[in-house]
């Protein structure tokens, strides 16, 4: 993890040194899923979860562009067990760096890209005092960090006469653990203003 914050650093560093104009700031909102046992709680079948995130993108790097973004996904639920329910949030907080290939076009400029993040994963839970998690065999996961990687495409539209542009990605990503590497999609739906 300090590892992936150094590298973060020194990117943030580096940026001054490139042209203001190729900055811009983004956000973002759409949907991540997780469908894998090892991130997903006990009587939970559908894991999507709720994403909005924020980003800076550097587009006046040679050939690529780079990306350093936030993203935080959560999904809460009411969880029936017998005759009683219990209340689940589930969150994944990631900070990411991507290197984006753009193929620039006037308008509509598609893009790859791949990159690494680290993932805050957790739960939380509030139980009812006559129901016992332990006596029903109910496991909820404990909060974790992880490595990951992704890789990304997607396309840009430029507004004309406006600093700003609109973004659709799809991503796949992985995040390494004791078990297992852990494979989930997010889409998201964003815009991006560009500084002056």
Same mark, same amino acid.
């Given at each position: 993890m300090k590892k992936f914050f150094i590298t973060l650093f020194l990117l943030a560093l580096a940026a001054p040194s490139f042209a203001l104009s190729g900055i811009s700031i983004g956000i973002k909102g759409g949907l991540a899923s997780y469908n894998d046992e090892v991130f997903t709680a006990p009587e939970v079948e559908d894991n999507d979860m709720n994403l909005v995130g924020g980003q800076i993108k550097i587009s006046s790097l040679p050939i690529i562009n780079l990306v350093v973004s936030g993203e935080y996904m959560w999904?809460?639920?009411?969880?029936?067990?017998g005759t009683e329910r219990f209340d689940l949030d589930q969150h994944d907080f990631a900070l990411?760096?991507?290197?984006?290939?753009?193929?620039?076009?006037?308008?509509?400029?598609? %893009?790859?890209?791949?990159?690494?993040?680290?993932?805050?994963?957790?739960?939380?839970?509030? &139980?009812?005092?006559?129901?016992?998690?332990?006596?029903?065999?109910?496991?909820?996961?404990?909060?974790?960090?992880?490595?990951?990687?992704?890789?990304?495409?997607? &396309? =840009?539209?430029?507004?004309?006469? %406006?600093?700003?542009?609109?973004?659709?990605?799809?991503?796949?990503?992985?995040? =390494?653990?004791?078990?297992?590497?852990?494979?989930?999609?997010?889409?998201? &739906?964003?815009?991006? %203003?560009?500084?002056?």
């Open positions: 999904k809460s639920e009411s969880i029936g067990y990411s760096a991507t290197a984006l290939y753009p193929i620039k076009m006037k308008i509509i400029s598609p %893009f790859a890209g791949a990159g690494i993040t680290n993932h805050n994963i957790g739960f939380d839970y509030s &139980v009812p005092q006559s129901l016992s998690l332990e006596e029903n065999g109910i496991v909820i996961p404990g909060s974790d960090n992880r490595l990951g990687y992704h890789l990304i495409g997607g &396309v =840009d539209v430029d507004i004309p006469a %406006f600093p700003v542009s609109l973004t659709a990605e799809y991503r796949q990503n992985w995040i =390494d653990t004791d078990y297992d590497t852990v494979k989930y999609y997010s889409i998201s &739906v964003g815009a991006n %203003f560009k500084l002056p």
